[in-house]
């Protein structure tokens, strides 16, 4: 597929401002478009003579949208003030705006409209005005002409007038343009679920072209019967627009109507740093905050939110609508949360503070991480009686499979406790697994806990008394009143079987959250875990699509590799999409990449470089890519040279390391009759210290060991390893090291019988 086009014109004021910040959510969404800056505005008008140069308008006419700030204009006098000398009086100052609506034939003006302030989200109607013709298609005279007067002296009212005491514009209307304008609106309507198109005319002033505009209005509705339609008079849209906005769907009207009604349409969204518009035409389009470039505004003052959803409404029309949706969600939640806001909001946040509220809203929205916590309950667990084997268990299963673990948390068996875990919990995760305090006595408190946090009553379940009784029965045990508390679930509750003991769990969907609760006792909680709670977190979709990798290295430094990585990381702009961690495994260091995506687009190319950017890094330090150690990996390369021999040499340890390698390391079998076979004890290689590295006071960096082996006693091979000196703590690692450059060893053994 070709890359997505964007013409960006940041223009002049403060649609420069906006546009700037507005930039990297395309990143963000992971939006791979090529995105071109043009020269647009101002400046250009006085440079050049054309606020629209035409490589501008050319590169707009190879894109698939257009995303503008918002340019200055002044009146004719002005502009021609402000003109380079060189160019006066051969230019007449035309806004690119203009300019760009009727070279592209961008017959609709889109205004979307809705409330975006208040949960309530009571309205949501758009506006969409002509673009070319109606009032403002150009037909304005003054003084008139004599075709003009021969028209207007049909009243004799103004048979006496002068051509100059008298100015005329034209509403033009076509059929064309009408029939295309309504075509719009309806199909606008289809695709974004608004269930009315109200045309907004004065057919009772404007009788014969209102007529007229009616009759095709009516043609077009009648393709669309699903859509409802009306015809009201323009000044009775705007009283209603104020008074029960929620009554529209799409008000469409001609272009001066239109133009009026869209202003109004913004200040009742919330003023025109929240209103966004698009120009549409057939074959090209644009998109721009409504507002312009208020070049009397200080700096970093203005409102970005109208350029922010002036992008979604751009990703929307290019079919983008899911990210459209995230930007849109995430304006809404900075406007509602109010904790950032700009001047016109009522507050005195800079421009780049509510942008970088609304980015981090859309991050807490793109990273499709849902969290799921664990919370143990039982003072035995507090008391450190017992290890809560449960939830380290459980983690490592949801962790495999793709889950995210928010916190492990543990409590008491006292009933405010588990509330307070409870309520902490769910208001930082999306998913808790509570295991324990099901049980018939006293201290069995976690169903009450539940119960008042959710606010639901506990109702006796038939069906797992029955089972209490029989399994009860079944084990000759006296069956208590206590064990009745063991059969109250909350209401709207699901039960979790429980085939080893008494307690059965229960699933409750409470809001968006789900709350998972089990017995503790492990023979009974770990088989629900793999029965019921694990298929039921992936039925949730809790498990993401996983990608993971893994580097367990020896011989780099922890400080080192990780600041080396950590800087990849940002280069390819990855904070938001993957998780990493070093872990000093001694005398490993496990280097472990996550990466969580619902998103089939996260696992790209960007991503394949960044891998493999790892891989070279650590290269020449690595043991496995999948957590096996310098031994295993030794283990499984021992298997395939079974008539090799080594001889390790080595004068670095004054021969303390070759006396201790010679006889422990390798133990020859000459019983083979194909030649030499060994096997290599590594857990023996030493149980004596190394001390010689300290008593000479030896300050190499390394110490260089030479292992050589011979196959059948004919090709003698030779590796040396180099083991990094830190004196006598060598001893902890010296073994792993032999390990792993035993097994670089016969790697090159193995390659050369290969080429021989
Ligand atoms: P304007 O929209 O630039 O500013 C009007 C007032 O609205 C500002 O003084 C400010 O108080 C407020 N405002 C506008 N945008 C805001 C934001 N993002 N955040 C907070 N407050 C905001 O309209 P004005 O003053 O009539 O025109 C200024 C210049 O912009 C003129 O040269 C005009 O031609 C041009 N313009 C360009 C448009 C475009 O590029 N499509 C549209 C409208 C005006
Ligand atoms: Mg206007």
């Known amino acids: 597929m070709n890359k997505i086009k964007i013409a960006v014109l940041p223009g002049d004021g403060i649609g420069r401002e906006v546009t700037e910040t507005v930039l990297p959510v395309f990143d963000l969404l992971n939006l791979n478009f090529e995105l071109n800056m043009a020269d647009v505005g101002w400046e250009f008008w006085c440079q050049e003579g054309n606020p629209l140069p035409l490589r501008t308008l050319e590169l707009i006419k190879n894109s698939n949208a257009t995303l503008l700030g918002a340019i200055t204009s002044k009146p004719e006098k002005e502009a021609q003030k402000e003109l380079a000398i060189s160019l006066t009086g051969k230019n007449e100052y035309v806004s690119p705006v203009i300019q760009l609506r009727q070279k592209l034939d961008l017959f609709a003006n889109v205004r979307p409209c809705y409330d975006i302030k208040h949960q309530t989200h009571r309205f949501n109607f758009c506006i969409i005005r002509e673009n070319t013709e109606g009032l403002y298609s150009g037909f304005d005279f003054y003084p008139i002409n004599d075709e003009i007067k021969t028209i207007i002296n049909k009243n004799s009212k103004y048979l006496h007038m002068n051509k100059t005491d008298i100015a005329c514009t034209l509403r033009l209307q076509t059929m064309a343009g009408l029939l295309r304008l309504f075509e719009f609106s309806f199909q606008y309507a289809k695709i974004n679920e608004l269930s009315k198109v109200t045309f907004a005319d004065k057919p009772n002033v404007l009788r014969n072209s209102g007529n007229f505009a009616r009759s095709i209005f009516e043609e077009v509705a009648n393709k669309y019967p699903q859509i409802k339609s009306e015809i009201l008079n323009v000044d009775a849209v705007a009283l209603w627009m104020v008074r029960k906005p929620e009554q529209f769907g799409v008000i469409v009207a001609e272009n001066m109507f239109g133009d009026i009604l869209s202003d109004l349409g913004a200040g009742i969204m919330g003023g025109l740093g929240l209103a966004p518009s698009a120009n549409v035409g057939d074959t090209g389009c644009y998109f721009e905050p409504v507002h312009g470039s208020a070049p009397n505004m200080l700096k970093n003052k203005a409102n970005p939110c109208a350029m922010f959803l002036t992008v979604a409404l751009m990703l929307k029309h290019l079919g983008y609508t899911a990210e459209s949706e995230k930007i849109s969600n ?322 670095v340890t004054c021969g303390e390391f070759q006396n201790v390698v010679d006889h422990r390391l390798v133990s020859f079998d000459k019983t083979l009759d194909s030649g030499y076979s060994f096997s290599i004890n590594y857990n023996e290689y030493f149980n004596s210290n190394i001390t010689s590295l300290e008593r000479n006071n030896n300050s190499n960096a390394f110490v260089k060991i030479m292992v050589s082996g011979a196959i059948k006693e004919n090709h003698i091979y030779t590796h040396e390893v180099e083991i990094p000196n830190r004196g006598s703590e060598i001893n902890l690692f010296i073994n792993a090291y032999l390990a792993w450059q035993l097994s670089k060893f016969i790697e090159q053994v193995q390659m050369n019988v290969k080429n021989e």
């Open 330 to 651: 995430a304006v809404t939640k900075t406007l509602q949360d109010k904790l950032v806001a700009t001047y016109d909001l009522g507050g005195n946040s800079s421009t780049q503070q509510m942008a970088q509220a609304i980015f981090c809203n859309l991050k807490s929205t793109t990273s499709s991480r849902k969290l799921i916590s664990i919370l143990s309950t039982g003072s035995e667990i507090i008391n450190g009686d017992i290890i809560d084997t449960n939830s380290n268990i459980c983690a490592k299963k949801i962790n495999t499979l793709g889950g995210n673990i928010f916190q492990i948390m543990q409590s008491s068996d006292n009933k405010q406790e588990i509330k307070s875990a409870i309520v902490y919990l769910l208001e930082n995760s999306d998913c808790i697994l509570i295991t324990g305090g099901l049980g018939p006595t006293s201290d069995d408190n976690t169903r009450f806990a539940l119960s008042e946090v959710i606010r639901s009553d506990l109702i006796f379940n038939d069906e797992a008394w029955k089972h209490i009784q029989a399994r009860l029965n079944k084990f000759n045990l006296s069956i208590t009143k206590n064990n009745k508390q063991q059969a109250l679930f909350p209401k709207h509750a699901s039960l979790i079987r429980n085939h080893n003991g008494t307690a059965y769990g229960c699933y409750i969907q409470y809001f968006d959250k789900h709350i998972l609760l089990i017995p503790g006792p492990p023979k009974e909680c770990l088989p629900m875990i793999e029965e019921y709670i694990l298929p039921k977190l992936a039925e949730l979709k809790f498990f993401n699509k996983y990608f993971s990798y893994t580097w367990k290295t020896l011989g780099v430094i922890e400080g080192e590799i990780s600041h080396t990585i950590d800087n990849l990381i940002e280069r390819y702009n990855l904070y938001d999409k993957i998780n990493i961690s070093y872990r000093w495994n001694y005398p490993y260091v496990d280097i472990k990449l996550s990466i969580n995506s619902m998103d089939d687009n996260c696992h790209d190319h960007g991503l394949d470089l960044f891998i493999k950017e790892i891989d070279i890094l650590v290269e020449d330090f690595l043991i496995s890519n999948d957590q096996s150690d310098a031994f295993t990996v030794l283990n499984k390369k021992i298997s395939w040279c079974s008539d090799l021999t080594f001889v390790v040499i080595d004068n």
